[in-house]
């Protein structure tokens, strides 16, 4: 998420200097320098700071993009008299439940909320359902939906567990659409840089699995929206006369109105303001929040394209990453701007329960809308992840669920209807030494023909299709009385599609293989 700032920084003439705790860390090598210092380190990274400071160079200004040390920022800015935002400001805008309270204070509408640390008896601000979230974490980590009280305390236990200063946030549920918006603030004005729609899924988790700009919400609730996110930058503090810097903010429209989710001191993450807003605009907020961050006043924020883009996510079944495929071809797909994969063979993937554990994300432009949403919807479902065989998290995974109602869900959840024509299949049986195809479907026309998609749209025929293409097979489908076919998959195969897409069959498929 630094990428764009880097970049956008050298081109502006700066010598760039980026902090890390990992030496690895991505576009590390694109700055001018790198020191690695643990994030968390204010002390240390202030007393780095003002060696630049101090130094020949000097240190004109600090900034960040995408992350949640914007406390750490505001704190070294204050310290060293850099333009920026104050350290009381921005903790109010770092940690949930000062945010919260200063956001009832001013009367602004957001839910009833308590924080609770270990070892804290556990109450409910509002009745069921509740949200239980860290104080201080980012990316969704350690939030949930809770709606029973043993929910809610296994919750609060993962939240604190995820939080670095061991506090949960309890909040009522706010139900409705969620919107993202990013705004650039400089001396007491509030400039916003595009409103996006978030589209999020999976309860009870809230994985977002892309957004899109600009949004379509109604002109009237766009307003609402803006006037509800305004207001709660300047409750924060955010938007003093004296103050320079970026706010964020997520905002639901529940049926009694514009709530607010959440506000950051800085620019979002997610590839909204590094991304999707200069493909839809035409304008990089993060050049200009360079800009004041050095002191110099917000310029050419003006949107001059009326473009759309969006950005979607692609996610695995748990196991272990044997190969990506179709990469290349989500690339070529029009309109496709970046593709950004975050899994590689070898590694350890997971059904996500937050929003740094997806598989990769795709981001597309496009003058209308439709073609921009199509595109990247399509280019996400082109990457397959095949999974190892062998691992038996996966196993785990296709033989749990079942009723479809269960956390992770199955990739096609099949009514009651469906579950007793597939439960009446016959099972998968071999001929032996059979000559000709060595696996056929049983067929499942109900199934084949229902109409339901998986988690990134795919129907049946689709998920058949990547099956065939990841196993190199023909699969046709044939009654069990064909003498040319070594080995009928039945029930068992398309249980496997139904919990887990093609990546489920492919692994049913590829254990045969290996048995045989």
């Known amino acids: 998420m630094q990428g764009p700032a880097i970049r956008i920084a050298r081109e502006l ?37 003002r060696s630049l400071y101090d ?61 609770i640390a270990a070892g804290d008896e556990l109450s409910l601000p509002a009745p069921f359902p509740l949200v239980v979230k860290p104080v201080d974490n980012m ?49 007491g004005e509030i400039v916003i840089c595009g409103l996006a729609d978030r589209h999020v899924f999976f309860p009870p988790f809230f994985i977002e699995m892309g957004h899109t700009m600009p949004s379509r919400v109604a002109n009237e609730q766009h307003k609402g929206v803006l006037k509800a996110f305004r207001a709660g930058v300047r409750a924060l503090g955010l938007a003093g006369e004296a103050n320079v810097g970026a706010a964020k903010g997520d905002i639901k429209l529940t049926p009694d109105g514009p709530m607010i989710g959440e506000i950051a ?12 807003y200069p493909y839809s605009s035409g304008v990089e907020p993060i050049r200009t929040a360079i800009l004041v961050a050095m002191g110099r006043a917000p310029e050419n924020l003006a949107p001059v394209e009326n473009w759309t883009s969006a950005e979607r996510a692609f996610i695995s079944i748990p196991g272990t990453v044997a190969a990506i495929v179709g990469a290349g071809e989500a690339v070529d797909t029009p309109h496709v701007r970046d593709l950004f994969l975050s899994a590689a063979p070898g590694d350890k993937v997971g059904f996500p329960e937050n929003n740094v554990s997806k598989c990769g994300n795709v981001i597309s432009a496009a003058p209308d809308r439709d073609e921009a949403v199509m595109s990247a919807e399509s280019a996400a479902r082109t990457v397959l992840i095949r999974l190892e065989p062998g691992d038996p998290q996966t196993g785990e995974f296709l033989a749990g669920g079942g009723d479809g109602r ?39 026309p109900e199934f084949a023909g229902s109409g339901l998609r998986d988690y990134l749209g795919r ?17 046709p489908e044939t009654g069990e009385n064909a003498d040319n076919i070594r080995t009928f998959l039945g029930r068992s195969f398309w249980a496997a599609l139904a919990r887990g897409s093609y990546q489920g069959a492919t692994y049913y498929i590829e254990k045969l293989r290996g048995a045989s």
């Open 265 to 276: 001191a800085r620019l979002s993450g997610g590839y909204m303001s590094g991304w999707t």
């Open 139 to 187: 990316g969704g980590r350690g939030c949930r939906r809770v709606n029973t009280v043993g929910e809610f305390r296994l919750a609060v236990d993962e939240a604190i567990r995820f939080s670095r200063s061991g506090r949960a946030i309890v909040e009522a549920f706010m139900d409705g659409p969620e919107y993202s918006v990013d705004a650039i603030v400089y001396h």
């Open 13 to 49: 003439g700066f010598f760039t200097v980026v902090l890390d705790g990992c030496s690895s860390a991505p576009c590390v090598g694109t700055a001018d320098r790198f020191e690695q210092l643990d994030l968390k380190d204010m002390e240390g990274i202030e007393d780095f700071a």
């Open 406 to 444: 269960g956390f992770p869900p199955d990739a096609f959840p099949l009514d009651g209807e469906l579950r007793d024509l597939l439960d009446a299949l016959p099972e998968t049986r071999s001929q032996g030494g059979a000559p000709g195809e060595p696996f056929a479907l049983v067929p499942f």
């Open 459 to 475: 129907g049946v025929a689709e998920s058949l299709a990547a099956v065939r293409r990841l196993t190199g097979l023909s699969l």
């Open 55 to 115: 130094g020949p160079g000097g240190l004109g200004g600090i900034m960040t993009a995408g992350t949640d040390f914007s406390a750490t920022v505001a704190r070294v800015a204050e310290k060293l008299g850099l333009p920026g935002i104050p350290y009381e400001a921005a903790l109010n805008a770092s940690d949930k439940g000062r945010m919260r309270s200063c956001l009832k204070k001013a009367g602004l509408p957001s839910p009833e909320f308590t924080t």
